[in-house]
């Protein structure tokens, strides 16, 4: 996300009962890698990418850019969440002009189950509401992904659409940042 508005970034680390949301570092390198190669990972999102490709493009500090927290559990990086804006060429928007800020999020099998992402994505979303208050977010996903449907449901998203893309169908939905959490 390359306009964050009165948002200075990177923020401040952003705290939970369990987890730090932060900027990354160079020690998150291997972890972002890992993410990217899983098939476990991938099963929802194009499949895993070779891990030699990886080990050359992966820059010695991923992910730091503008609307990507990196997750943190004990020191370690455990997934990541992007708060980006929705390409105008995807179906799905919510606003005429596209535009929109769409939330993604990756975790390590090892973290799944947990609440993690619930968690999470929670946090990110608080801190965007902060950031740019009244701004809705939305979040796409493949029906078949039952995880991610249910955090959908759990984060307050609400269905706007479903249609096919990347040969399955995808789920579009909003949130409204005055729309509760829980």
Known sequence: MTD??????????????????????ARDRAAFIELFASPEVGTYIGGPRPRDELERAVPEVPGRRPGL?????GGSMIGMITLDRRDPK???????????????YMFLPEAWGYGYAAEACAAALGW???????????????????RAM????????IEVERFEEYGAEQWFG???????SG
């Open 69 to 73: 927290f990196v997750i943190d559990l």
């Open 4 to 25: 964050l508005g009165p948002a200075a970034w990177p923020p401040a680390p952003t705290r939970t009962e369990r987890l730090v949301l932060r900027e990354s570092e």
């Open 174 to 180: 909003v949130r409204s940042s005055a729309t509760p």
């Open 90 to 104: 995807r179906p799905g928007h919510i606003r005429p002009g596209a535009g929109e800020t769409e939330l993604g």
């Open 128 to 146: 965007f509401a902060d950031a740019r208050p009244g701004e809705p977010v939305v979040l796409c996903t493949q029906t078949a992904n039952d």
């Open 150 to 157: 249910r955090l959908a449901a759990k984060l307050g998203f």
